[in-house]
Structures are given as structure tokens and as C-alpha cells.
């Protein structure tokens, strides 16, 4: 069976429809007929600021909401990464085969800093993608569903497993990036030329999936649309009406085609309303559902505690197989 691995951040108490769309319904689909490893990579959202009390709620909401979104523990491993002490271990190594320049080339990092300031970005959000990178490789990963903003990640974590396999002798699978091309980035309602982002952008343009059913019916209804009247697909003229379409179809399996005949001749807000509809239903059991799992904490810490073993595992073959061909002392 070929593996899949991905990681979320618990930097937010909720997931956001990008998220989904662009990420987790690949990882439910891809449960299916692979071996999956789903982390929630509570490291990497150490690169910001964070308060304890909030990491472990997050971590926890992270984990119910997974688990609503069509996670299924007996199909796929769930796990904490820091839980699984191998990802630093690894992590390092990757860091010490990364060039300083071509670390310096990713974007996420560029965009990231310069929003925090450049001196006052931490040294963590440099090596932010030699870390995934471990997280990775450490499972031998054959696909990784993730978003387009993660296509260079993936493409270093790619270059990092040749150069250690052809330095080293054969260590790594090479990953490959699963990326949809209909829903890889999701934008922001209210400014529809930048990606929905749980850290930057405002509360208003992001559909949260802990968000009530009434707040989410009426930040769509406030979506910002473009000039004319049209319900037509044109990410350059229409980047709004364009990205209600791409999530309507997305979420209520309508082809784009069928949605601007649907709404031919009708103006935006009765579009607006029918996307409007479709979010709030769809989204209504799964934050219900994630709810109820919040309650009983000790049941979603024994998914993860029992995610992590079977991670550690693997992990752990990975990283004795590393050091041996680096030449640690075992
Ligand atoms: P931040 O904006 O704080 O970096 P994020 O919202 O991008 O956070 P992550 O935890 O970094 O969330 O991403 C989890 C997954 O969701 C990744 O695979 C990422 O590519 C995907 N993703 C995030 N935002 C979008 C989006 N707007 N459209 C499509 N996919 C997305
Ligand atoms: N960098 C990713 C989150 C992430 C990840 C991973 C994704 C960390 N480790 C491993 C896929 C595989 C992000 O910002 N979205």
C-alpha cells in the first residue's frame, strides 16, 4: 500500500474552509486504499507566538475536528508530532543538508518574516520547512495532500531525500506533492485575491468550521463580489464570484458549468444565498459532531497517545536506518 502523510498546524480553535477543501477532504478520501499518517504538527505552530493553555485547547479542537471531518482512526494513524521525538531528531539532520541560500528561497518563510518584521521572525520559522521535511521523510511518504502554497515544501523535502540518498546511500522514498488542481487555494471573501489563512486576513473573509451556522451564513452573505452582474468563472475579472463557485462545487459536487447555467440571468445575492446555504448545511454536523468529541478528552487523548505509538514506530526505523548510513555510533 502506498503512504500518505500530512501535517496541520493547531495554530487556530478552528480549521477554515481552505483547510478543508484544500487539505483534509484529501486525507478522508485518501484513507481509503493507502497507509495514512495524519499529524497535528504542534511544532511548527511553536514559530509563533503561542500561550500553553492555547496550544493544548487547539491541539485538542485540532484533533475533534479532524476526527469530525471523516478521520478515521481505525483507517489512518493520528498523531501529536511532539509526540514523536523522531521529527526533531530527523529534523536537525535535514537542517544540516540545507544550504543556507536555499532556505532563504522559500517563500512561506519570505512572506511570514516580512509580515513579523524581519529581526523579530524567529530563527524557527527559517527552518520551518526542514523540519516538515523530517516529518515527512521520517514515514517514507509516497503522497503528501496539502494546498498549492505547500508545493515548495514539497519540492525541497524532494531535494533534501535525493541529496541525502545519493550522499548516503538509499534512505528516503521521495515524496510527491497531491495537490487538486480544483480546490487547491481557497481566498479570503472579503479579499478575494489573497488565500484564507488562519493567522493573517480578517475574522470576516475567513469561513470557520466552529463558527456558528449564523455567523457563517451571514459573513457569506456579506462576501465581496465584482463588478457586473454575471455568475461566470473568470479568476481575473471575477476573483470573488470565482471563488464562491469553486467552493459551492467543491462542497455540493455541482460542476462550475452547471452552477453559471443554475444561476444565468439571476443577480448576486441570490447566489450568494444558495452558496450561503450549501456552507451552513454542510458544515452544520461536522462542528455539531466536533463539539460532542471536545466533551470527552480522554477519549481524544487515547486516539493520539495510540497515534503516536504506531507513528513512533515507524519513526523510529527510519531514524536508526539514517544514522546508521550517516555513521552515528549505534
Ligand atoms: P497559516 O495561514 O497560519 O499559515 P493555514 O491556514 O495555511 O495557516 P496550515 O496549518 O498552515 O493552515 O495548513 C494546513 C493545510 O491547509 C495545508 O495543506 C495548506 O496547504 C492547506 N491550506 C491552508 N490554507 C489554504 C487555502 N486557503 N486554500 C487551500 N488550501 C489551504
Ligand atoms: N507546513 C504545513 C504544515 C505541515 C505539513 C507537514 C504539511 C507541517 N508538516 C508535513 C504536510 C506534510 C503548512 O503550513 N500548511
Redesign the pocket.
Known amino acids: 500500500m502506498k503512504r500518505v502523510l500530512?501535517?496541520?498546524?493547531?495554530?487556530?480553535d478552528s480549521?477554515?474552509?481552505?483547510?478543508?477543501?484544500?487539505?483534509?477532504k484529501q486525507w478522508v478520501e485518501l484513507q481509503d486504499g493507502h497507509d495514512a499518517f495524519y499529524c497535528i504538527?504542534d511544532l511548527?505552530?511553536l514559530t509563533?507566538e503561542t500561550d500553553p493553555a492555547l496550544l493544548r485547547k487547539r491541539t485538542l479542537a485540532s484533533a475533534a475536528q479532524l476526527l469530525a471531518l471523516g478521520i478515521s482512526p481505525e483507517k489512518s494513524t493520528l498523531f501529536v508530532q511532539s509526540q514523536v521525538p523522531q521529527h526533531n531528531q530527523l529534523g536537525w539532520i535535514m537542517e544540516c543538508l540545507t544550504g543556507f541560500g536555499e532556505a532563504s528561497r522559500m517563500t512561506?518563510f519570505k512572506d511570514?518574516s516580512s509580515k513579523a518584521g524581519a529581526d523579530s521572525a524567529r530563527v524557527g520559522l527559517f527552518t520551518y520547512p526542514m523540519l516538515q521535511a523530517a516529518d515527512i521523510l521520517l514515514y517514507q511518504a509516497d503522497y503528501v495532500?496539502?494546498?498549492?502554497?505547500?508545493r515548495q515544501h514539497i519540492e525541497l523535502t524532494r531535494d533534501l531525500a535525493g541529496r541525502f540518498n545519493s550522499r548516503y546511500g538509499q534512505t528516503f522514498q521521495l515524496p510527491e506533492a497531491y495537490?487538486l488542481k480544483t480546490?487547491?487555494?481557497?481566498?479570503?471573501i472579503q479579499e478575494p485575491t489573497a488565500?484564507?489563512?488562519?493567522?493573517?486576513?480578517s475574522v470576516a473573509g475567513v469561513i470557520e468550521i466552529m463558527d456558528s451556522p449564523e455567523a457563517n451564513l451571514k459573513k457569506i452573505k456579506s462576501a465581496v463580489t465584482d463588478a457586473g452582474r454575471e455568475v461566470k468563472f473568470d479568476p481575473i475579472e471575477k476573483p470573488g464570484i470565482s471563488n464562491l463557485l469553486t467552493i459551492h462545487s467543491a462542497l455540493s459536487g455541482s460542476s462550475i458549468s452547471a452552477l453559471e447555467g443554475e444561476f444565468a440571468g439571476k443577480g448576486y445575492g441570490d447566489f450568494k444565498a444558495a452558496v450561503a446555504e450549501v456552507v451552513v448545511e454542510y458544515l452544520r454536523p461536522i462542528r455539531a459532531a466536533a463539539l460532542e468529541l471536545l466533551e470527552d478528552e480522554k477519549h481524544l487523548l487515547d486516539i493520539l497517545h495510540q497515534g503516536s505509538q504506531k507513528a513512533g514506530a515507524v519513526a523510529q526505523e527510519t531514524i536508526s536506518a539514517t544514522y546508521k548510513n550517516l555513521g552515528v555510533v549505534l
Do not use: C, R, W
Request: no cysteine; net charge positive; hydrophobic share 35%.
Open positions: 500530512s501535517g496541520i498546524q493547531p495554530t487556530s480549521f477554515h474552509l481552505g483547510n478543508y477543501l484544500g487539505a483534509v504538527v511548527h505552530a509563533v512561506q511570514k495532500p496539502v494546498g498549492e502554497d505547500q495537490i480546490a487547491a487555494k481557497i481566498n479570503d488565500k484564507m489563512s488562519k493567522s493573517s486576513g
